[in-house]
């Protein structure tokens, strides 16, 4: 049977359709708070009937204000950190990993096959990026930003450790940055392009460095990148950069649809159910 899963975020309501472990559709949609008429919107957009599933889950912090049923079908109410834990392991076919759920905040999950818990993780992530682009370039419009950073260069507004130290240290070459920022202490006038390329590298050195320094801590061998901040090209090229810096082997994994990663997770912790509640 059809599982329905919804994830209700700060930013987004991501949404996934399963039917075994096979996502069948999925969408970005934008409903506001977690409620009934959220569902009925998502499954309008996704063009289901409540006849046709056999389970709704979700999750996020919003869907705690859900009713317990819609349309006689039970709402089952996963964990955060199970539903991305369970997500991730099933995308990259892993039993065990660091997953580094990368949305408006960051989440790092420790998950070992059906054991997943929240490891630690950092209040930097999306929302940082877009509420600094929004003060700094006047937008907070995600793909105006990546543009806006492919065409920049981080170290118009980072200091290098050239820069500070005249050259390298350790396996850190000298085009390292040294000082996030740090360039506009003096009172230099960046471009808006240089200031996006600084954002994207301060927010995904932030992560990146986090999550190396758990991954390490938790005895994990791996580490997976969720969300819909690796989206963003930019945003990627700032964690592979961490990652040919420190020299990280096996290399973190950002599979396929990883923005989708949490609410595929809630919907392959769900329970099929055989009849709607009356």
């Known amino acids: 049977m059809l599982k329905l899963g919804v ?8 949404v996934v359709l399963v039917e075994g472990e096979t996502i069948l559709a999925n969408q970005i949609i934008k409903t506001g708070p977690a409620s009934a008429e959220a569902l009925a919107t998502v499954l309008q957009t996704l063009g289901v009937r409540p006849s046709e599933l056999g389970a709704i889950a979700s999750c996020g912090g919003l869907s705690r204000t859900l009713p317990d049923a819609f349309e006689g079908i039970p709402i089952q109410k ?12 099933a995308l990259t076919e892993l039993q065990e990993a660091l997953v580094v759920s990368a949305g408006t905040g960051t ?16 209040a930097v992530g999306g929302g940082t990026l877009l509420g600094l682009s929004r003060l700094l370039l006047g ?21 290098t450790l050239v820069d ?11 085009d390292a940055t040294a000082v996030n920022f740090g360039r506009l202490v003096d009172g230099t006038h960046p471009s808006r392009e240089d200031l996006a390329a600084g954002l994207i590298t301060l927010v995904g050195q932030v992560i990146a460095m986090i999550a190396l320094n758990a991954v390490k801590a938790a005895e994990l061998p791996q580490i997976v990148i969720v969300g819909h901040l690796p989206d963003l090209a930019p945003m990627r090229k700032a964690f592979e950069r961490v990652w040919y810096f420190y020299q990280i082997d096996p290399k973190p994994l950002i599979p396929p ?9 809630a919907a392959l912790c769900a329970q099929t159910t055989q009849g709607r509640l009356v």
């Open 7 to 14: 994830d209700f975020g700060l930013s987004n309501t991501d």
């Open 78 to 89: 996963i964990g955060e950190a199970q539903a991305v834990g369970r997500g991730a392991l």
């Open 107 to 122: 989440a790092m999950i420790a998950a070992r096959g059906a054991d997943c818990q929240h490891f630690t993780g950092s």
């Open 139 to 159: 937008t907070s419009d995600p793909l105006e930003v990546a543009r806006l950073a492919e065409l920049g260069n981080p170290s118009g507004v980072d200091s």
């Open 164 to 174: 500070v130290i005249g050259g390298g240290i350790g396996h850190l070459p000298p």
């Open 257 to 265: 649809m990883s923005g989708w990663a949490t609410a595929y997770g």
